[in-house]
């Protein structure tokens, strides 16, 4: 099993839906997580830590199970804009040093 | 802003060859890492380190070396070139949680 897991995808969403992504990890020493946005043939950039209390920035929330390791993303009203990669971080162990990547999540956001 | 730069967008490679990426940060962050990314098998950790002259394995460090002479300066080589080698190769750097990544270098071994 692989240590973070996303969605498939590619979703392929129409402007103005809400769409929802899922990621699960394996390793419950794990403490802190993340979800990075990466464009086509661009590097990834952090799109918004995820606490356990939930966190809102915009139109993106970001949800974190620890009981069951399940992390979300829900985007609202998506934009043409956000078309892109969607990838889970999360870190190893208690340093937070070691980041686990997901495979990552393709979203096309259609006019 | 925090910029990482790589010192090449794109590097044709024959096989055998000693191949170096560079990798620059100018924001004194402690942190640098390389990764490899390939379709369907998303980052992997090659290594990284967490200060100057100390380096870290990751999860793929086979094939791979690092130097870190320098706080700013995160060399990966690859001491005798393969085409399993071919691959897009970022650098990120990390003073916090945050990493910070370069554009990549995409790299083709014949």
């Known amino acids: 099993r692989k240590e973070v897991e996303q969605d498939p995808g590619p979703f392929n969403v129409p402007e103005g839906a809400t769409v929802a992504f899922n990621c699960t990890y394996s390793n419950s020493a794990s403490q802190s997580f993340f979800w990075y946005r990466q464009d086509c043939r661009k590097e990834p950039k952090l799109l918004m830590s995820v606490y356990s209390s939930g966190n809102e920035d915009g139109r993106f929330t970001a949800q974190l199970n620890r009981a069951s390791q399940y992390i979300s993303l829900l985007i609202r009203d998506s934009k043409l804009s956000d078309s892109a990669t969607y990838l889970c971080?999360?870190?190893?162990?208690?340093?937070?040093?070691?980041?686990?990547f997901g495979p990552g999540t393709r979203l096309s956001v259609l006019p | 802003d925090v910029k990482v730069t790589q010192s090449s967008r794109y590097l044709v490679k024959r096989t055998g060859e000693k191949v170096f990426l560079e990798c620059v940060q100018d924001?004194?962050?402690?942190?640098m890492f390389w990764y490899r990314q390939d379709p369907g098998l998303g980052l992997r950790l090659i290594y990284f380190s967490y200060d100057v002259k100390m380096k870290e394995k990751g999860d793929i460090p086979e094939g791979y070396s690092v130097s870190r002479e320098k706080k700013e300066r995160f060399s990966l080589i690859l001491e005798s070139a393969s085409t399993n080698q071919t691959s897009m190769y970022l650098c990120?750097?990390?003073?916090?949680?945050?990493?910070?990544f370069g554009p990549g270098t995409r790299l083709l071994v014949l």
């Open positions: 971080v999360v870190t190893r162990d208690n340093y937070g040093q070691n980041f686990v």
């Open positions: 924001m004194d962050h402690e942190n």
């Open positions: 990120a750097s990390s003073w916090t949680e945050t990493q910070y």
